[in-house]
């Protein structure tokens, strides 16, 4: 079966795509020794990179998107996230119907940035737990 790489070259699902891969590595990260998320994750965002590269990008979404990475891991999540539903609204420099969507913004985003929250916080309770039970020789 021949897979269609018109079917992905949309920036809804590429966007998608790249959320749905650093979700995949963020588990990989948390939960290391699991093969498949990490090599999935890697590839979905790469998949889904590949494609809004072809696109013409608004250094203002990108700029917003980028700020929201760094809000969310600095655990200002609500922050984190508007940011980066505002970063992909406005990624695309192209006319609005060939934008990003609202919806598909605001879908993707809000989970995103509750989940890295919530990795985030596992993660740390992880190494503070490690911490705290070590034994000092």
């Known amino acids: 079966m021949n ?40 590839v979905l965002a790469l998949l889904g990179i590949s494609r809004l590269v072809l696109l013409p990008i ?9 700020a929201s990475v760094f809000l969310i891991a600095a655990r200002f999540g609500v922050a984190g996230t508007i940011a980066m539903i505002l970063g992909a609204r406005f990624l695309i420099d ?5 934008r990003i969507y609202w919806s598909t913004a605001i879908a993707a985003s809000i989970p995103f940035g509750w989940i890295t929250v919530l ?14 039970t070590s034994n000092p020789t």
């Open 3 to 42: 897979f269609p790489m018109s079917s992905i070259a949309g920036p809804n699902i590429a966007f998608l795509l790249v959320i749905f891969g650093a979700l995949c590595v963020y588990v990989e990260f948390v939960f290391p020794g699991r093969v498949l998320p990490g090599v999935a994750g890697g």
């Open 58 to 66: 608004n250094p203002i979404g990108a700029a917003l998107l980028l």
């Open 94 to 98: 192209a006319p609005p119907e060939h």
């Open 119 to 132: 990795l985030l916080n596992i993660a740390s309770k992880a190494r503070a737990n490690k911490l705290l």
